[in-house]
Protein backbone atom coordinates (compact mmCIF):
# COMPACT_ATOMS: atom_id res chain seq x y z
CA UNK A 1 0.00 0.00 0.00
CA UNK A 2 1.11 3.46 -0.05
CA UNK A 3 1.59 5.13 2.94
CA UNK A 4 2.13 8.77 4.53
CA UNK A 5 3.82 9.03 7.34
CA UNK A 6 3.33 12.58 9.55
CA UNK A 7 6.58 13.48 11.28
CA UNK A 8 9.48 11.48 11.52
CA UNK A 9 10.11 11.64 15.49
CA UNK A 10 10.58 8.21 17.17
CA UNK A 11 7.10 7.01 17.10
CA UNK A 12 7.01 8.46 13.51
CA UNK A 13 10.36 6.81 12.44
CA UNK A 14 9.44 3.54 13.88
CA UNK A 15 6.14 3.47 11.82
CA UNK A 16 7.87 3.85 8.87
CA UNK A 17 10.92 1.75 9.57
CA UNK A 18 8.28 -1.34 9.81
CA UNK A 19 5.52 -0.28 7.44
CA UNK A 20 8.82 -0.40 5.06
CA UNK A 21 10.18 -3.61 5.95
CA UNK A 22 6.72 -5.22 4.88
CA UNK A 23 7.17 -4.09 1.73
CA UNK A 24 4.90 -0.75 1.99
CA UNK A 25 5.48 2.59 -0.38
CA UNK A 26 5.90 4.32 2.42
CA UNK A 27 6.77 8.91 2.00
CA UNK A 28 7.51 10.67 5.49
CA UNK A 29 6.99 14.27 5.95
CA UNK A 30 8.38 16.29 8.31
CA UNK A 31 9.74 20.17 9.36
CA UNK A 32 13.06 18.86 9.91
CA UNK A 33 15.12 18.50 6.72
CA UNK A 34 17.66 16.98 9.42
CA UNK A 35 15.32 14.10 10.48
CA UNK A 36 13.75 13.56 6.72
CA UNK A 37 17.25 13.16 5.33
CA UNK A 38 18.04 10.93 8.01
CA UNK A 39 15.36 8.72 7.63
CA UNK A 40 15.18 8.63 3.65
CA UNK A 41 18.75 7.34 4.02
CA UNK A 42 18.36 4.94 6.56
CA UNK A 43 15.12 3.37 5.66
CA UNK A 44 13.54 2.62 2.29
CA UNK A 45 11.14 5.67 2.14
CA UNK A 46 10.82 9.27 0.86
CA UNK A 47 10.97 12.16 2.25
CA UNK A 48 9.31 15.35 1.76
CA UNK A 49 10.22 18.75 4.00
CA UNK A 50 7.21 20.66 4.84
CA UNK A 51 4.45 20.72 7.56
CA UNK A 52 2.11 17.72 7.28
CA UNK A 53 -1.01 19.42 8.21
CA UNK A 54 -0.70 21.38 4.83
CA UNK A 55 -2.14 20.62 1.85
CA UNK A 56 0.97 21.15 -0.55
CA UNK A 57 2.81 19.09 1.57
CA UNK A 58 0.10 16.26 1.67
CA UNK A 59 0.21 16.57 -2.31
CA UNK A 60 3.85 16.39 -2.71
CA UNK A 61 4.00 13.93 -0.95
CA UNK A 62 1.30 12.08 -2.88
CA UNK A 63 -2.13 12.12 -1.14
CA UNK A 64 -3.77 11.16 -4.40
CA UNK A 65 -2.50 7.65 -4.97
CA UNK A 66 -2.03 7.30 -1.00
CA UNK A 67 -4.27 4.66 0.64
CA UNK A 68 -3.24 5.71 4.29
CA UNK A 69 -1.96 8.36 6.30
CA UNK A 70 -0.55 8.14 9.24
CA UNK A 71 -0.32 11.23 11.90
CA UNK A 72 2.65 10.51 14.23
CA UNK A 73 3.68 13.93 15.04
CA UNK A 74 4.60 15.21 18.95
CA UNK A 75 1.19 17.56 18.34
CA UNK A 76 -2.03 15.87 19.03
CA UNK A 77 -3.12 19.24 17.34
CA UNK A 78 -1.18 18.66 14.14
CA UNK A 79 -2.25 15.59 13.73
CA UNK A 80 -5.95 15.82 13.72
CA UNK A 81 -5.93 18.36 11.38
CA UNK A 82 -3.33 16.24 9.20
CA UNK A 83 -6.12 13.68 9.43
CA UNK A 84 -8.48 16.12 8.29
CA UNK A 85 -6.77 17.80 5.68
CA UNK A 86 -5.62 14.06 4.09
CA UNK A 87 -9.41 13.39 4.14
CA UNK A 88 -10.06 16.06 2.24
CA UNK A 89 -7.06 15.58 0.04
CA UNK A 90 -8.44 12.45 -1.03
CA UNK A 91 -6.66 9.65 1.52
CA UNK A 92 -9.29 7.26 2.74
CA UNK A 93 -7.93 5.97 5.97
CA UNK A 94 -6.21 8.48 8.31
CA UNK A 95 -4.98 7.72 11.09
CA UNK A 96 -3.72 10.22 14.45
CA UNK A 97 -1.51 9.79 17.26
CA UNK A 98 -3.43 11.34 20.07
CA UNK A 99 -1.69 11.18 23.78
CA UNK A 100 -4.05 14.15 26.11
CA UNK A 101 -6.17 12.46 27.86
CA UNK A 102 -9.05 15.77 27.50
CA UNK A 103 -8.67 14.55 23.72
CA UNK A 104 -8.89 10.83 23.90
CA UNK A 105 -12.41 11.18 25.83
CA UNK A 106 -14.13 13.17 23.52
CA UNK A 107 -12.51 11.79 19.94
CA UNK A 108 -15.71 9.17 19.63
CA UNK A 109 -17.89 12.52 18.94
CA UNK A 110 -15.70 13.99 16.65
CA UNK A 111 -14.12 10.78 14.44
CA UNK A 112 -16.82 11.01 11.66
CA UNK A 113 -16.10 14.36 11.41
CA UNK A 114 -12.63 14.23 11.58
CA UNK A 115 -12.43 11.26 8.89
CA UNK A 116 -10.41 9.75 11.37
CA UNK A 117 -10.36 5.66 10.88
CA UNK A 118 -8.42 5.23 14.13
CA UNK A 119 -6.58 6.96 17.14
CA UNK A 120 -3.15 5.78 18.58
CA UNK A 121 -2.08 6.78 21.94
CA UNK A 122 1.38 4.95 22.99
CA UNK A 123 0.96 5.82 26.32
CA UNK A 124 -2.43 4.44 27.02
CA UNK A 125 -1.42 1.60 24.37
CA UNK A 126 1.38 0.87 26.79
CA UNK A 127 -0.88 0.68 30.25
CA UNK A 128 -3.31 -1.57 28.41
CA UNK A 129 -0.22 -3.93 27.80
CA UNK A 130 1.07 -3.75 31.46
CA UNK A 131 -2.07 -4.42 33.12
CA UNK A 132 -2.94 -7.72 30.93
CA UNK A 133 0.52 -8.54 31.74
CA UNK A 134 0.09 -8.18 35.88
CA UNK A 135 -3.27 -9.80 35.69
CA UNK A 136 -0.74 -13.12 34.98
CA UNK A 137 2.28 -12.01 37.00
CA UNK A 138 4.47 -14.63 36.49
CA UNK A 139 4.24 -13.87 32.48
CA UNK A 140 6.81 -12.06 30.61
CA UNK A 141 4.90 -11.09 27.96
CA UNK A 142 0.99 -11.75 27.25
CA UNK A 143 -0.09 -11.18 23.65
CA UNK A 144 -4.07 -12.15 22.97
CA UNK A 145 -5.85 -13.38 20.00
CA UNK A 146 -9.17 -14.38 18.45
CA UNK A 147 -10.97 -11.54 20.35
CA UNK A 148 -9.11 -12.03 23.63
CA UNK A 149 -10.11 -15.71 23.50
CA UNK A 150 -6.52 -16.82 23.03
CA UNK A 151 -3.41 -15.76 24.93
CA UNK A 152 -0.58 -16.09 24.15
CA UNK A 153 1.85 -16.40 27.65
CA UNK A 154 5.77 -16.18 27.95
CA UNK A 155 7.16 -16.97 30.88
CA UNK A 156 10.89 -18.39 32.17
CA UNK A 157 11.45 -22.06 33.31
CA UNK A 158 12.80 -22.27 36.58
CA UNK A 159 15.42 -23.86 38.16
CA UNK A 160 13.15 -25.78 40.20
CA UNK A 161 10.08 -26.12 37.34
CA UNK A 162 8.46 -29.51 36.67
CA UNK A 163 9.30 -28.75 33.52
CA UNK A 164 12.89 -28.55 33.25
CA UNK A 165 14.16 -32.01 31.49
CA UNK A 166 10.92 -32.20 29.89
CA UNK A 167 10.29 -32.86 26.17
CA UNK A 168 7.66 -31.22 24.94
CA UNK A 169 5.90 -34.88 24.00
CA UNK A 170 6.27 -35.62 27.93
CA UNK A 171 4.57 -32.14 29.09
CA UNK A 172 1.81 -32.55 27.24
CA UNK A 173 0.98 -35.61 29.30
CA UNK A 174 0.58 -32.63 31.86
CA UNK A 175 -1.97 -30.86 29.95
CA UNK A 176 -2.29 -31.72 26.30
CA UNK A 177 -4.40 -28.51 25.03
CA UNK A 178 -1.64 -26.47 26.01
CA UNK A 179 1.57 -25.74 23.51
CA UNK A 180 4.59 -24.41 23.71
CA UNK A 181 5.32 -22.32 20.23
CA UNK A 182 8.73 -20.49 20.72
CA UNK A 183 11.55 -20.92 22.91
CA UNK A 184 14.61 -18.45 23.65
CA UNK A 185 17.55 -19.75 25.10
CA UNK A 186 20.45 -17.48 25.38
CA UNK A 187 20.95 -16.31 21.98
CA UNK A 188 18.88 -19.07 20.02
CA UNK A 189 15.04 -18.93 19.15
CA UNK A 190 13.46 -21.92 18.57
CA UNK A 191 10.16 -23.15 16.85
CA UNK A 192 10.03 -26.30 18.92
CA UNK A 193 9.20 -29.96 17.91
CA UNK A 194 7.87 -32.04 20.57
CA UNK A 195 11.29 -33.98 20.67
CA UNK A 196 12.66 -30.34 22.53
CA UNK A 197 14.03 -30.50 25.68
CA UNK A 198 13.00 -27.97 27.86
CA UNK A 199 16.20 -26.20 30.50
CA UNK A 200 15.84 -24.33 33.13
CA UNK A 201 16.63 -20.63 32.26
CA UNK A 202 14.52 -21.28 28.92
CA UNK A 203 12.11 -18.21 27.99
CA UNK A 204 8.88 -19.88 26.34
CA UNK A 205 5.82 -19.14 24.94
CA UNK A 206 2.28 -21.45 25.24
CA UNK A 207 -0.86 -20.65 23.48
CA UNK A 208 -3.96 -21.73 25.09
CA UNK A 209 -7.64 -20.94 25.44
CA UNK A 210 -10.60 -20.48 27.28
CA UNK A 211 -8.65 -20.39 30.59
CA UNK A 212 -6.55 -23.27 30.03
CA UNK A 213 -3.63 -21.66 30.61
CA UNK A 214 -4.68 -21.14 34.20
CA UNK A 215 -5.55 -24.72 35.00
CA UNK A 216 -1.97 -25.39 33.80
CA UNK A 217 -0.02 -22.51 36.20
CA UNK A 218 -1.46 -24.46 39.07
CA UNK A 219 -0.26 -27.90 37.77
CA UNK A 220 2.68 -27.14 37.41
CA UNK A 221 2.87 -24.84 40.49
CA UNK A 222 3.28 -20.97 38.98
CA UNK A 223 0.87 -18.21 40.97
CA UNK A 224 -1.57 -17.17 38.76
CA UNK A 225 -3.10 -14.84 41.05
CA UNK A 226 -3.43 -10.93 39.84
CA UNK A 227 -1.97 -8.63 41.86
CA UNK A 228 -3.35 -6.81 44.91
CA UNK A 229 -0.89 -3.95 45.44
CA UNK A 230 2.17 -1.25 43.38
CA UNK A 231 4.24 0.77 43.56
CA UNK A 232 4.87 2.99 40.24
CA UNK A 233 8.00 5.64 40.21
CA UNK A 234 7.09 8.37 37.44
CA UNK A 235 3.91 10.17 37.32
CA UNK A 236 3.50 10.61 33.94
CA UNK A 237 0.57 9.58 30.75
CA UNK A 238 1.27 6.07 31.65
CA UNK A 239 1.05 6.08 35.54
CA UNK A 240 -2.24 8.06 35.11
CA UNK A 241 -3.40 5.57 32.48
CA UNK A 242 -2.26 2.32 34.46
CA UNK A 243 -3.48 3.49 37.60
CA UNK A 244 -7.11 4.16 36.11
CA UNK A 245 -7.30 0.79 34.98
CA UNK A 246 -6.60 -1.20 38.17
CA UNK A 247 -7.90 0.76 40.52
CA UNK A 248 -11.50 -0.28 39.81
CA UNK A 249 -10.13 -4.00 40.56
CA UNK A 250 -9.37 -3.42 43.68
CA UNK A 251 -5.41 -2.40 43.52
CA UNK A 252 -4.11 -0.58 45.89
CA UNK A 253 -1.74 2.08 43.80
CA UNK A 254 1.27 4.48 44.98
CA UNK A 255 2.76 6.73 42.68
CA UNK A 256 6.35 8.66 43.87
CA UNK A 257 6.73 11.82 41.59
CA UNK A 258 9.10 14.24 42.02
CA UNK A 259 7.48 17.55 40.12
CA UNK A 260 5.20 18.94 42.84
CA UNK A 261 2.36 20.44 40.74
CA UNK A 262 2.18 16.79 38.91
CA UNK A 263 1.69 15.38 42.22
CA UNK A 264 -1.13 17.58 42.48
CA UNK A 265 -2.49 16.88 39.69
CA UNK A 266 -2.31 13.40 40.46
CA UNK A 267 -4.13 13.36 43.34
CA UNK A 268 -6.89 15.15 41.79
CA UNK A 269 -7.15 13.09 39.13
CA UNK A 270 -6.72 9.84 40.92
CA UNK A 271 -8.00 10.33 44.36
CA UNK A 272 -8.30 6.54 45.19
CA UNK A 273 -4.08 6.90 44.94
CA UNK A 274 -1.91 7.32 47.63
CA UNK A 275 0.07 10.02 46.07
CA UNK A 276 4.08 10.73 47.23
CA UNK A 277 5.72 13.76 46.47
CA UNK A 278 9.63 12.42 46.69
CA UNK A 279 12.60 11.30 44.43
CA UNK A 280 11.73 7.68 43.24
CA UNK A 281 15.43 7.12 42.55
CA UNK A 282 16.01 7.52 46.61
CA UNK A 283 16.43 4.01 48.20
CA UNK A 284 15.61 4.97 52.04
CA UNK A 285 12.30 6.37 50.37
CA UNK A 286 11.36 3.36 48.82
CA UNK A 287 11.89 1.29 51.62
CA UNK A 288 9.71 3.59 54.03
CA UNK A 289 6.90 3.80 50.95
CA UNK A 290 7.17 -0.62 51.22
CA UNK A 291 9.28 -1.57 48.22
CA UNK A 292 9.84 -4.98 49.68
CA UNK A 293 6.36 -5.86 50.36
CA UNK A 294 4.06 -4.84 47.18
CA UNK A 295 3.30 -7.04 44.94
CA UNK A 296 4.29 -5.35 41.62
CA UNK A 297 6.51 -2.21 41.15
CA UNK A 298 6.88 -0.20 37.85
CA UNK A 299 9.41 2.06 36.75
CA UNK A 300 8.11 5.01 34.79
CA UNK A 301 9.92 7.85 34.94
CA UNK A 302 11.20 10.02 31.57
CA UNK A 303 14.99 8.31 32.23
CA UNK A 304 15.69 4.84 30.71
CA UNK A 305 18.68 4.65 32.53
CA UNK A 306 17.09 5.59 35.77
CA UNK A 307 14.09 3.06 35.58
CA UNK A 308 16.59 0.05 34.90
CA UNK A 309 18.84 0.98 37.65
CA UNK A 310 15.15 1.13 39.71
CA UNK A 311 13.88 -1.90 38.43
CA UNK A 312 17.32 -3.88 39.51
CA UNK A 313 17.52 -2.40 42.63
CA UNK A 314 13.26 -3.16 43.68
CA UNK A 315 14.80 -6.83 41.88
CA UNK A 316 17.07 -7.38 44.46
CA UNK A 317 14.96 -6.39 47.73
CA UNK A 318 11.86 -7.31 47.08
CA UNK A 319 9.82 -10.35 45.17
CA UNK A 320 7.57 -7.88 43.01
CA UNK A 321 6.69 -7.75 39.42
CA UNK A 322 8.56 -5.87 37.89
CA UNK A 323 7.44 -3.51 35.07
CA UNK A 324 10.31 -1.26 33.16
CA UNK A 325 9.64 1.49 30.29
CA UNK A 326 12.00 1.63 27.85
CA UNK A 327 11.87 4.84 25.56
CA UNK A 328 14.75 4.05 23.32
CA UNK A 329 15.76 0.40 22.34
CA UNK A 330 19.30 0.09 20.83
CA UNK A 331 20.39 -2.33 23.33
CA UNK A 332 17.79 -4.66 23.44
CA UNK A 333 19.84 -7.71 23.86
CA UNK A 334 21.89 -6.92 26.81
CA UNK A 335 18.27 -5.88 28.33
CA UNK A 336 16.70 -8.80 28.02
CA UNK A 337 19.91 -10.50 30.46
CA UNK A 338 19.38 -8.05 33.20
CA UNK A 339 16.36 -8.55 35.91
CA UNK A 340 13.82 -6.20 34.42
CA UNK A 341 10.89 -8.27 34.38
CA UNK A 342 8.99 -7.54 31.72
CA UNK A 343 9.86 -4.04 29.92
CA UNK A 344 7.26 -2.10 27.54
CA UNK A 345 8.72 0.09 24.70
CA UNK A 346 5.53 2.65 24.09
CA UNK A 347 7.16 3.57 20.27
CA UNK A 348 6.84 -0.11 19.60
CA UNK A 349 3.70 -0.76 21.21
CA UNK A 350 1.74 1.78 19.33
CA UNK A 351 3.79 0.61 16.31
CA UNK A 352 2.55 -2.64 16.35
CA UNK A 353 -1.79 -1.23 17.12
CA UNK A 354 -0.65 0.40 13.95
CA UNK A 355 0.62 -2.39 12.03
CA UNK A 356 -2.46 -4.69 13.22
CA UNK A 357 -4.69 -2.02 11.80
CA UNK A 358 -2.89 -1.93 7.92
CA UNK A 359 -2.68 -5.59 8.59
CA UNK A 360 -6.43 -5.90 8.93
CA UNK A 361 -6.99 -2.75 5.96
CA UNK A 362 -4.34 -5.03 3.88
CA UNK A 363 -7.67 -7.98 3.53
CA UNK A 364 -9.16 -5.73 1.12
CA UNK A 365 -5.44 -6.10 -1.17
CA UNK A 366 -5.78 -9.78 -1.01
CA UNK A 367 -4.08 -10.38 2.51
CA UNK A 368 -5.84 -12.39 4.91
CA UNK A 369 -3.39 -11.59 8.24
CA UNK A 370 -6.02 -10.18 11.24
CA UNK A 371 -3.41 -9.77 13.74
CA UNK A 372 0.39 -9.52 14.21
CA UNK A 373 2.45 -9.51 17.30
CA UNK A 374 6.45 -9.26 17.39
CA UNK A 375 8.30 -11.65 19.62
CA UNK A 376 11.94 -11.81 21.12
CA UNK A 377 13.19 -8.45 19.86
CA UNK A 378 11.38 -8.80 16.32
CA UNK A 379 12.72 -11.80 15.57
CA UNK A 380 9.85 -14.25 15.84
CA UNK A 381 6.36 -13.09 14.26
CA UNK A 382 2.71 -14.38 15.53
CA UNK A 383 0.40 -14.00 13.23
CA UNK A 384 -3.84 -14.45 13.09
CA UNK A 385 -4.90 -15.41 9.38
CA UNK A 386 -8.59 -15.91 8.29
CA UNK A 387 -8.91 -18.86 6.66
CA UNK A 388 -10.73 -18.27 2.83
CA UNK A 389 -12.98 -19.96 0.86
CA UNK A 390 -10.99 -20.91 -1.27
CA UNK A 391 -7.80 -21.51 0.48
CA UNK A 392 -5.77 -24.33 -1.48
CA UNK A 393 -4.96 -26.14 1.92
CA UNK A 394 -8.37 -26.53 3.79
CA UNK A 395 -9.46 -30.17 4.66
CA UNK A 396 -5.93 -31.60 4.53
CA UNK A 397 -4.61 -33.12 7.86
CA UNK A 398 -1.87 -31.04 9.35
CA UNK A 399 0.59 -33.89 9.50
CA UNK A 400 0.24 -34.01 5.77
CA UNK A 401 1.19 -30.02 5.38
CA UNK A 402 4.22 -29.80 4.15
CA UNK A 403 5.08 -26.46 5.84
CA UNK A 404 8.26 -24.39 6.38
CA UNK A 405 10.84 -24.77 8.78
CA UNK A 406 10.46 -22.95 11.77
CA UNK A 407 6.69 -22.50 11.64
CA UNK A 408 4.09 -23.82 14.18
CA UNK A 409 0.18 -23.78 13.84
CA UNK A 410 -0.76 -23.04 17.25
CA UNK A 411 -4.09 -22.51 17.37
CA UNK A 412 -7.46 -22.91 15.52
CA UNK A 413 -10.70 -20.94 16.23
CA UNK A 414 -13.74 -22.25 14.66
CA UNK A 415 -17.13 -20.50 15.74
CA UNK A 416 -15.56 -19.65 19.20
CA UNK A 417 -14.69 -22.69 19.84
CA UNK A 418 -10.71 -22.86 20.53
CA UNK A 419 -9.07 -26.26 19.01
CA UNK A 420 -5.28 -26.81 20.26
CA UNK A 421 -4.09 -28.77 16.76
CA UNK A 422 -2.91 -32.01 16.33
CA UNK A 423 -1.48 -33.91 13.84
CA UNK A 424 -5.23 -35.26 12.43
CA UNK A 425 -6.97 -31.65 13.10
CA UNK A 426 -7.58 -29.81 9.30
CA UNK A 427 -8.36 -26.14 8.71
CA UNK A 428 -11.94 -25.44 7.32
CA UNK A 429 -12.96 -21.53 5.74
CA UNK A 430 -13.61 -18.81 8.37
CA UNK A 431 -11.39 -20.29 10.92
CA UNK A 432 -8.89 -18.04 12.40
CA UNK A 433 -5.64 -19.58 12.45
CA UNK A 434 -2.70 -18.66 14.64
CA UNK A 435 0.65 -19.19 13.27
CA UNK A 436 4.39 -18.53 15.01
CA UNK A 437 7.55 -18.58 12.50
CA UNK A 438 11.01 -16.86 12.60
CA UNK A 439 10.08 -16.12 8.79
CA UNK A 440 8.66 -12.47 8.60
CA UNK A 441 6.18 -10.81 5.99
CA UNK A 442 4.02 -13.74 5.76
CA UNK A 443 0.69 -11.91 4.16
CA UNK A 444 -1.61 -15.27 3.26
CA UNK A 445 -1.98 -18.43 4.79
CA UNK A 446 -0.63 -20.29 1.59
CA UNK A 447 2.42 -19.26 2.74
CA UNK A 448 3.32 -21.13 5.18
CA UNK A 449 3.59 -24.40 3.01
CA UNK A 450 6.84 -25.11 1.39
Do not use: W
Request: net charge negative; aromatic share 6%; glycine share 8%.
Amino acid sequence: MNIIVVGAGKVGYTLAEQLSTENHQVTIIDKNPDKVEYASSELDVLGVTGNGAALSSLQEAGAEHADLLIAATSADEINLLACLVGKKAGITNTIARVRNPEYVNILSLVREDLGLSLSINPEYASAMEMARVLKFPSMIEVDTFAKGKVQLLQFDVAEDSPLAGLSLIEMSKIQDDVLVVVVERGDQVFIPSGEFVLQPGDRIGIIGGDDREMLFFNKIGINSNSIRSIMIVGGGRIAYYLSKQLIPSGVSVKIIEHDYERCQLLAELLPEADIIFGDGSDQQLLIDEGAESVDAFAALTGLDEENIMLSLYVGKISSAKLLTKITRNPFTNVLATLNLGSIFYPRQIASEYTLRYVRALQNSYGSNVETLYKLISDRVEALEFVVGEDCKIVNIPLHKLKTRKNLLIGSINRDGVIITPKGNDVLLPHDTVIVITTHTGLSRLEEITE
